[in-house]
């Protein structure tokens, strides 16, 4: 089932003089897919501006910076509703991702463009049925229409040709950095809902959890705990107990950088199921946590993670 929360909601200005009726084709040429950030829990607020720019990150990364996609930072109540309507569990968690489009299996390792593709312009049972043998006879056939087609043409002409060639050939193919028809829908990525509180709590119990265990043996399970959830470990306050008052302005200040930094790693998983990532079988799991490993890497380039410095400070 597809789901649309929010991410479609009307467009800033620039973006609504650009609006098309939902279902009405326009190409995918420049286009800068729209980034919706949505908070409504005050107690912990984040800067929509930071979020939007890992969310812009993550999607040129993956490829589909021309998609749109949403984030609705959260209390634990929403997430609590939005986990029970749609999941049957009565709690609240760290993150729900909605997928706006179904069956992206990214296991096969294609990329997202090619699975896009699959389900957009799924291939007709003639073109199921044939051989790789009969394929490359069709190829070798338009190869030669091509050549014959610009034997015809005079030379200054040749330009167009191949551009006329060059349309016909993107008709059969998806792509979001070339002018193929698309519709509203099409460039739906999904939308992902955060539960705030619920990360401020697990940054808090893994303090405990730390302190319990010790900080070399916790790092030691941070750098061998693959994907996200490690990196995760790596930003945890360093006192078990977080002060919320002005002497306690160290402390707040710690949080909030290992908040930021976590409701970021949990974009990249969350992005991650979206474009088709799961985690129920190992080879899921093992193709999902190398992909957040290559995304969180792109975070820490454009520094907009600061996982490497993390990972070097000294525990107090």
């Not at 993550?58 to 109540?77: F, I, N």
């Not at 916790?218 to 008052?245: D, N």
């Amino acid at each position: 089932m597809s789901i649309r929360l929010f991410s479609l909601s009307p467009p800033p200005p620039q973006h609504q003089q650009q609006h098309q009726p939902p279902h009405c084709p326009q190409p995918a040429v420049g286009r800068e897919g729209y980034v919706n950030v949505r908070q409504t829990q005050r107690r912990h607020p984040l800067d929509a501006q930071k979020v939007e720019a890992v969310l812009r990150e993550l999607t040129k990364h993956l490829g589909c910076a021309h998609m749109d996609v949403g984030v609705w930072l959260a209390g634990d109540k929403k997430v609590r509703e939005l986990n029970a309507l749609y999941r049957g569990m009565r709690k609240s968690t760290d993150i729900l991702s909605f997928p706006f489009h179904e069956d992206l299996s990214a296991v096969d390792g294609d990329s997202l463009q090619d699975r896009m593709a699959a389900r957009l312009y799924p291939p007709t049972s003639d073109d199921e049925d044939k051989d790789e043998d009969e394929e490359d006879q069709d190829e070798q056939q338009q190869e030669q229409q091509q050549q014959q087609q610009q034997a015809m043409v005079p030379e200054e002409d040749e330009k167009l040709v191949q551009g006329a060639i060059s349309a016909e050939l993107l008709d059969d193919t998806f792509r979001g950095d070339e002018a193929l028809p698309f519709t509203e829908d099409d460039m739906n990525l999904g939308d992902m809902v955060v539960s705030v509180p619920y990360v401020v709590r697990a940054i808090q119990r893994d303090a405990k959890a730390r302190a319990s265990m010790g900080a070399d043996q916790w790092a030691a399970e941070a750098r061998s705990t693959p994907g996200v959830s490690g990196a995760m470990m790596h930003f945890t306050t360093t006192t078990t107990t977080i002060a919320t008052t002005s002497d306690g302005a160290e402390e707040e200040a710690e949080l909030r950088r290992c908040l930021e930094a976590r409701i970021a790693l949990l974009l990249v998983h969350g992005v991650c199921h979206l474009v088709g990532h799961d985690h129920e079988s190992d080879e899921e799991h093992a193709a999902m946590t190398t992909e957040e490993g290559r995304l969180t890497a792109a975070l820490e380039d454009s520094g907009l993670l600061a996982l490497a410095r993390q990972r070097a400070l000294k525990v107090r």
